[in-house]
């Protein structure tokens, strides 16, 4: 079985080196590369170009990788590609020759936008397997996409236990509190909260590797409490975490129903109870009351309350931080990830129905693809190659 990995971002150089000397955690494309023997795609393999990059970034699909992975993957003879990201996902969809099963993982399975698509060009019959990272995303594009059970899947997001581990126990006493991340982050909320709270020193440390966009405390004045801090790479990420107290992510009300997991999963691995918004999905990724605690989005008063709650509570923040070691080693490790993601990968090639045979559509597929739906099909890889064309010129 041959198997080729998409990864929707491009890898740093020194990557690996950085991993094999324990100053990054281990990354889970490759991972999965080394896991199945094979090879992976990444931003990396394409011709830079800036204008062409951002157009993709607006459009939230990577056509160029998409066009460059199905032509890899005939030209190679694998037998299952697996997608990363919705972002190569999608157009790939529309790309990968039916003979090669497909499994792609969703990140933002709820957007409007792309439930919208998915069900315009029924491309939610193109994939052998749909991961959502979370129960409730899965649950919620079976139910608006008409997928069967067997066909989409929950995937919750790994976390690398062995980088993430605290190098001694909490006190539960530690001299500050932190939150950390960017995407889909409720910074003023927070610092409303923390407003509330003028004894307790509070750290935003305000960044992403995945996202570029404002950091969302910009129209909040800040209070002496709360210090801005930079964004820092994961070895010393690491020590931040252990460093504080408790964490904090407090995430914006949005069909990003995830936003903040791994945020959420690093610190309970560094054996940090969590303070977190209330989300269909995140709120999978902790245990309220007994690794971390929930609050209702936006509501800084409930915010402000579980937090000094928990900071004259030192008993209890070091009681949630081993509590939320354990379950989150037990349940959410890279390591079971990949072992998960292997059957799945497995039972999408020898227990799901073929999409393609010889290069004929069944009948059952035809019957859903309208003329618009192959007029599109034929607009996604005419985009594809006037992008790669656009990008040896500009």
């Known amino acids: 079985m041959r198997v080729l990995i998409v990864a929707t971002n491009a890898t740093p150089p020194g990557l690996s080196n950085e991993v094999r000397i324990g100053r990054h955690q ?101 994939w052998n397997l749909i991961a959502a990272i979370s129960r409730a995303e899965a649950e919620g ?85 709360v210090t801005l801090q930079p964004f820092v790479p994961p070895s010393v990420l690491r020590r931040c975490y252990e460093e504080s107290r408790f964490i904090i992510v407090p995430i914006k009300a949005s069909t990003q129903w995830s936003a903040g997991c791994t945020s959420v999963q690093a610190a309970q691995a560094m054996g940090k109870p969590v303070i977190a918004t209330r989300r269909p999905g995140l709120s999978e990724y902790l245990i309220d009351g007994e690794t971390g605690i929930l609050v209702e989005p936006g509501d800084d008063r409930g915010m402000a309350e579980a937090i000094d709650m928990l900071w004259n509570d030192p008993q209890r923040v070091v009681r949630m931080g081993r509590n939320a070691r354990e379950w989150i080693a037990s349940r959410h490790s890279l390591d079971r990830w990949l072992d998960r993601v292997e059957t799945l990968v497995q039972e999408a090639v020898y227990s799901t129905p073929q999409l393609q045979t010889n290069g004929v559509f069944p009948a059952s597929v035809c019957a859903d693809v309208s003329i618009a739906g192959i007029e599109n099909i034929a607009l996604f890889h005419a985009v594809g190659e006037t992008l790669s064309s656009l990008s040896c010129v500009i």
Request: proline residues 5%; charged residues 25%; aromatic residues 8%.
């Open 26 to 126: 281990r990354v889970d494309y490759l991972e999965l590369a080394q896991r199945f023997g094979t090879m992976y795609h990444d931003y990396n393999a394409l011709r830079s170009n800036r204008l062409l990059r951002w157009f993709e970034d607006l459009s939230r699909f990577d056509i160029r990788q998409a066009l460059a992975v199905a032509r890899l993957a005939k030209r190679g003879g694998y037998d299952v590609v697996v997608s990363l990201s919705e972002r190569a996902g999608i157009p790939l969809a529309l790309l990968l020759d039916r003979s090669i099963r497909h499994m792609v993982i969703f990140h933002h399975g709820m957007s409007r936008y792309k439930l919208r698509l998915i069900r315009a060009l029924k491309l939610q019959r193109r």
């Open 141 to 225: 594009m079976r139910v608006a996409l008409g997928i069967d059970d067997q066909r989409v899947v929950a995937l919750h997001t790994p976390v690398d236990v062995d980088f993430y581990r605290p190098s001694q126990p909490s006190t539960g006493r530690e001299a500050f509190i932190q939150s950390l991340g960017l995407s889909h982050r409720d910074y003023p909320t927070l610092i409303r909260a923390m407003r509330r709270l003028p004894h307790i020193p509070c750290h935003l440390r305000v960044g992403s590797t995945w996202v570029q966009q404002r950091d969302g405390h910009e129209r909040e004045g800040l209070p002496p409490n």
